[in-house]
C-alpha cells in the first residue's frame, strides 16, 4: 500500500526553524516527483516546494524562496523541507504528495496523486 507520511511540525518562534519529513512506503521515492503543500485556517492549499525525479531539480514558490530548502534521501525513501526564518505567515498544515507532474506544472495540487495526513506548523511568539 502506497503511503505517506509526514513529521516534523509543532511550534516555533518567529524567526525560528523546523525541518519537516515526507516518509515513503510502498514505492519508491525517485519514480515520483514530491512536492510539499500548505493549507492555512479558511484559505485555498498551496503549493510551497517540489523535488523532481528525474534530476532532482528544485523549485520554490516565491513567499519562500532563500528560507525553505527541500531535499531527498533516496536511501531512506524520504523527503525533507528545511524551514528557516519563519514568519507567523507561515503557520499551516503541511502536506506531502507524490505525482508526476508536466514541466512548468510542479506546484500545481491537481498534478499529485497521492497525499500523506498532514503535520501541522505554528509560528507564533
Known amino acids: 500500500q502506497l503511503q505517506l507520511v509526514e513529521s516534523g511540525g509543532g511550534l516555533v518562534q518567529p524567526g525560528g526553524s523546523l525541518r519537516l519529513s515526507c516518509a515513503a512506503s510502498?514505492?519508491?521515492?525517485?519514480?515520483?516527483?514530491i512536492g510539499w503543500f500548505r493549507q492555512a485556517p479558511g484559505k485555498e492549499r498551496e503549493g510551497v516546494s517540489c523535488?523532481?525525479?528525474?534530476?532532482?531539480?528544485?523549485y520554490y514558490a516565491d513567499s519562500v524562496k532563500g528560507r525553505f530548502t527541500i531535499s531527498r534521501d533516496n536511501a531512506k525513501n524520504t523527503v525533507y523541507l528545511q524551514m528557516n526564518s519563519l514568519k507567523p505567515e507561515d503557520t499551516a498544515v503541511y502536506y506531502c504528495?507524490?505525482?508526476?507532474?508536466?514541466?512548468?506544472?510542479?506546484?500545481?495540487?491537481?498534478?499529485?496523486?497521492?497525499w500523506g495526513q498532514g503535520t501541522q506548523v505554528t509560528v507564533s511568539s
Open positions: 510502498g514505492f519508491t521515492l525517485d519514480y515520483y516527483a
Open positions: 523535488i523532481s525525479s528525474s534530476d532532482g531539480s528544485t
Open positions: 504528495a507524490a505525482g508526476r507532474p508536466y514541466s512548468g506544472s510542479y506546484l500545481r495540487i491537481e498534478e499529485y496523486d497521492y
